[in-house]
């Protein structure tokens, strides 16, 4: 039997619902829902104490698997990690259905909306919706007009924002469908939860989520004519939602693409990777609508591809959605959608939209009005917002009323949708807060698959109107719970029915660039963390040695260019400064973030644990609990188990090969430097340490000489000797090794990589005898610069072979018109 | 009738090579109820991989070419054969023109009907607003017959606007057209197509060619032999009836439309996505010839 909130437990005895408004958790009589039973008492028995402990976790294995949403604001937009409340909304699997077969009607009504409108226009010319609410809308493409037969689906993937009213029923507040954001964190949050609670998730029996993914990835293989080359189209790192796109192509085994990393040729799609061209069947699209094609749509967009709408045309390549679909993004649809759903379908439509008046009709006597309701724009962006009448002034009222008679058609008023609310865990208790939930269909055979869950969004304000991530809300999962437990399905272990794409064979040029990247800045931070702690540790012994200072400050300038720190206190702070200043280019923290920015378009490549061993640094530095030495010590502990997760878990595949020649490419640079610096004059016993300690090769020599410090000795370990790992001739022969591997390239002729490594291997070589003694400085110093100069150009070659995958994009229009009139 | 033999060469020489393009011309001339193609060819050089040609959202052809090989210089050359007959309407420089509706009924139609819908918004050359619907205020006066209210804009802006070829480009407003008074074709054309529309009234904008230098003592025609541009004005008893404002005339046998817009924006001849290449150097050549009447098949 149901029992009254305050005659139990302590987790929800404040908890207290308004009284209006539904709420997910409680009746009207304050009972709980009996759906809710088995949680409550579950979280009951963990108790406030554990649950906050599991909170913290969740946010602990948020921030270590990088889950961000980038939030844009007056600072020029910042990574946020993404906020996932430990408390699940629940639904029952009857309502469920009902919501289900409304969502699957809407998203079967807007596609047949789609189809005319983009094609005969029999619902504008018969009647049954006003030529301005689709001609006069931003979305409405006309070069979309035509795109496929009207007997060809339009609308493949569709999310709709839902709010329960205070009769319990839901309502769509919004169709997103341009390229719906939210399903990638609906997962990401469902593996964090039964991760979290994982005996309770257990036991509640609720519904998967994989299958729907499945879905999804059945219907593009299917459309593609089961092909099975498919690619998610991101808009880029700096994308607010570049995380789940990065986690969604994964979990699907697609492509992360960007535009530049396509070409259209012949009428089809490629992906320029390092092999050359390789076609492309199927795209998800998260580029809006008008950057899809320059060519056809907004003409200096660069994050779409020339031609691909002709691809499209032609049949060679599926985008889901395909451009123009915006349009149904659309408020001023609402108030004729029942009437075209019977129209249409010959059905009542099941799931209502939030009650709303297109101003195009009856304008005087909604203006007369408005003072209660919520204006929108039919075409919705970022300078054009839904509007609160009861907010405003009688003057900004009447402003907007003059806006509104000077262009009704693009505005619609809406009653003020009323929010449920759900309970949010607020450090020890369970407050309610207003919710919207996301859900998700896409298209299956005839008809539409709903994901068995959504993206719930909670306002943290308890007297919010709206809510929004960009806005600080927070997110949590919802279960649907089945009636018995489910089979546990997931698309990694479905090999058997569905091929899996197996994307690591192809890489994307731009993929090679960043890995080439990563290994070079991973390479450069750690070297420079070694100087730091060279010079820590000197510092915290005491050691008045001016010569020593004198070679790591000129250390410390390869990497940061003039330093003035001419006395220990001041070499103490520039240290400091150097490890934790982003601001300081060439700082640690500034080549860590380098080396994530780099990661980023890679995120899918390089393993969770990796991944998570980077993102640690960062919050460490920051914090700055560790004392400068300690600091130092923990990134480079953090860099090593990065490299270990690197070389242990990533296929040994071309990507790995570009990692390992950004790294081994960057630490011969950085000890030539080094040597050039510190030894290639005539350095005393004690700057001789230095390169020993910084390339982690004090040890080997202390081995083989004892106590002796001796410069031929020193040069030799450093840079002839093949089998220290550190010397600059074992790097050499795994470059050569590594460069003779490089994919064939059309232009570049026979490997000039692998040519240039074997040159720099030969150069060393000969040069073995002769340059050892201090009376041969001038000649070791000329064979460091030598080296650095086929370093330089082995990098440059690479670069202009294998990374320079994006040309210069510009339009070409018929002149000035001056010229023809 | 007469037919044209009309030649539009497009040439643009780039300062590198270009790798490969995508491109969109609209330079068929279309098929309307006085004008009819005969013969029409697009020839681009070098070879394109890849054509196509589809009708767009207004019914005007567009033509779709890849070119794929490496290349400094791009040549696009459109030859067209098109019969024009004599319109039945109003049309020369003293059009006699019928009667017809107060032009506030004509406003009035315009918003029962639908598919004149895009001819009343705003675009990306054309703005609207009172300074337009002020501007035309002395020709619209309350209850003037429309054909000739039109007339008297063509008029007004064919004596206020200076023709100066060179002083606009492609991102001269109307704003700045009405502020400065010249401009050529394309300018008093979207002035028009603002002025109309601001009035609530349809409007479309048409590109096209004219023939020039006529021997037999025909006036010489502005905009002659290159793209030339004019508008057509909607109301519910004829339809579209086309206006020159640039030559003061309504078009009688001797303007080619080629294609119809909302602005210069949905017509540009020729737009293309070009990788690589640097800058580009941009030559048009139109040559507009009638055929000797005896060649004729009709």
Redesign the interface.
Known sequence: MASRVEERNTLLSSYRTGSSGWDELVDGSGRIRPHWDFLIQSLESVGPAQLSFRQSEIRRFIRENGVTYNVFDSSGGREREWPLDIMPVLMDSREWAEIERGLIQRAELLDLILRDLYGPRRL??EGHL???VI??HGGFL??S??LFPPDKRFLHFYAADLARGPDGKFLVISDRVQSPSGAGYALENRIVLSRTLPSIYRDSHVHRLALFFRSLRNHMSSMTGGGNRLALLTPGPENETYFEQAFLANYLGFNLVRGADL?????RVFLKTLNGLRQVDGILRRVDDVYAD???LK?DSLLGA??LM?AM??GSVSVINPPGVAVIENPGLYPFLPAICKHLLGQDLRLESARTMWCGRDTESILGRLHDLVVKPISSNWENRAVNCRELSKGELDVLKSRIRSTPWSFVAQEVVSLSSAPLWMEDHFEPRKMVVRSYACARDDSFAVMPGGLVRVSPDPDAFVVTSQRGGVSKDLWILASEPEKQVSLISSVGETPLVRSSGEIPSSVADNLFWVGRYAERTEGLARILREILLRLAEFQRDDEGFAALLAALEIHVGPMDARDSAGMEKAATRLLVDAAVTGSVRWDVRALITAGRGLRERLSEDAWRTLNRIEPDLEKGELSPIDSVENVLLYLSSFSGFVAESMTRGQGHRFLELGRRIERTLLSLDLLLQVIAGEPSESVLELPLRIQNSYMTYRRRYKTKMDRAAVIDLLVFDESNPRSVAHQLLRLEELTRGLPDHKEAGRNPESRIARQGVALLRLAEETVRTPAEAPAFRELLIREKTYLRELSDTMTTHYFRYV??????????????? | MVRYHITHR?T?QYASQV??????AQITPRRTATQTPIDTRITVSPRP??T?A?????GNRVF?F?V?EAHQMLEILSENVIDIMEPSGPSGREPVLPSSMPWEEVRAAANRT??V??FL?EASHVATGPDFADFASDCFTPGRPFLEAVWALNLKINNEIAYV??????STSTFDVLRERRG???DFTHLALACMRSLGLPARYVSGYIESNRSGGRPHL??AD????WFGAWNPEIGWLDFDP?NKSMPYDQHITVSYGRD?A?I???????????K?V???EVSVQRQVASMSNS
Do not use: K
């Open positions: 504008i010319a006003p030529a301005e001609i006069e006309r070069a007009n035509g070409t259209v040729r012949d009428g320059p060519l056809e003409g020339a031609g002709y045309r032609a040309e210069t994009q510009q339009r070409l229009e018929a002149g000035e018109w001056s010229v023809t009139t | 497009t643009y790798s490969h393009c995508h491109n969109e991989a890849m196509s589809r009708d767009d959202y207004f779709y890849a794929q639908w598919d819908r895009d918004m070829p060179g002083s606009t480009n492609v050529v074709c394309q502005q905009g290159a793209s030339h541009a640039t210069y949905d540009s001849p020729l737009r293309g996505i070009v990788f690589g290449g640097g580009s941009c030559r048009v």
